[in-house]
C-alpha cells in the first residue's frame, strides 16, 4: 500500500513552454505533499510542501511564480514549471506523507530536459 | 546549510561482507532518522528508520545504529548482495506522533556491491 505515482518520467520541452508533473496517491489520502528537486550527485532538496486545499509553502530560494503547485484534492497535486529554462532541467520528485505511518512515500521521479 | 552529512561520496564492497553506511547530523533536536534507497531515475524507496529513543533498529539484513551523544547513525547491510548497489539516502526529521515533520536529506552515498 501507500503508492504514489508521478507523471510523466521524462519530459523535453523547449524555453519559454511550461510543463505539468503530477504526483497521484493512489491508495490513501495525502493532506501533505513534497516537491523535490535533485541536481547529478547531490541531495534531494525541498522545494515546497503542498497542502491539500490552502497555497503552497516555498523553500527560501523557490521562486513560487515559476514553480506552480497546486494540490486540490487529497490524491493530486500538482507542479508547473513556467518559463521554462534550459538551467530548470532536472530531475523533480514528490512524495506524500502517509497518515499514521512514520515514513513518507515517493514518486518515480520526472526527469525534465529543457531545450 | 546541511544539516544532514554523509561525507563518504561513495563505497565498495565485495558481495557477502558487511556495508557499513554512516551519517551525522548537527540539529540535536532531530529525534527520527530515515534510511532510504535510490535507483537511477527512481524516486527514493524507504529502507528503515530509527526513533531517537532507541539505539538499534534492524530489519533483517539491515541494521541501523544511533549515537545519539555523537549526532551519528549509520546503516549496516549484512550480507551485502549486487542488488544493494544504489544510492542510499540518510535522512532526518521531526517526530510529530502519528507523523513526521519534513525530511532533511543527506547527500547520499553510491555503494557498489561486487561479486
Known amino acids: 500500500g501507500a503508492v504514489v505515482s508521478q507523471h510523466p518520467s521524462r519530459v523535453i520541452c523547449k524555453s519559454g513552454t511550461s510543463v505539468k508533473i503530477e504526483c497521484r496517491s493512489l491508495d490513501f489520502q495525502a493532506t501533505t505533499m513534497f516537491w523535490y528537486r535533485q541536481f547529478p550527485k547531490q541531495s534531494l532538496m525541498l522545494m515546497a510542501t503542498s497542502n491539500e486545499g490552502s497555497k503552497a509553502t516555498y523553500e527560501q530560494g523557490v521562486e513560487k511564480d515559476k514553480f506552480l503547485i497546486n494540490h486540490a484534492s487529497l490524491t493530486l497535486s500538482t507542479l508547473t514549471v513556467t518559463s521554462a529554462h534550459p538551467e530548470d532541467s532536472s530531475f523533480y520528485i514528490c512524495?506524500?506523507?502517509?497518515?499514521?505511518?512514520?515514513?513518507?512515500?515517493f514518486g518515480s521521479g520526472t526527469r525534465l530536459t529543457v531545450v | 546549510d546541511q544539516q544532514v552529512k554523509q561525507n563518504s561520496p561513495s563505497l565498495s564492497v565485495q558481495e557477502g561482507r558487511i556495508s557499513i553506511l554512516n551519517c551525522d547530523y548537527t540539529n540535536s533536536m532531530f529525534d527520527y532518522f530515515l534510511w532510504y534507497k535510490k535507483y537511477p531515475a527512481e524516486g527514493p524507496t524507504f529502507l528503515i528508520s530509527?526513533?531517537?529513543?532507541?539505539d538499534k533498529n534492524e530489519d533483517g539484513r539491515f541494521t541501523v545504529f544511533l549515537n545519539k551523544s555523537a549526532k551519528h547513525l549509520s546503516l549496516h547491510i549484512v550480507p551485502s548482495q549486487p542488488g544493494d548497489s544504489a544510492v542510499y539516502f540518510c535522512a532526518a526529521s521531526f517526530d510529530r506522533g502519528s507523523t513526521l515533520g519534513r525530511l532533511y536529506f543527506g547527500r547520499g552515498t553510491q555503494l557498489t556491491v561486487w561479486p
Open positions: 530509527i526513533s531517537s529513543i532507541k
Open positions: 512524495s506524500a506523507s502517509v497518515r499514521g505511518r512514520k515514513r513518507y512515500t
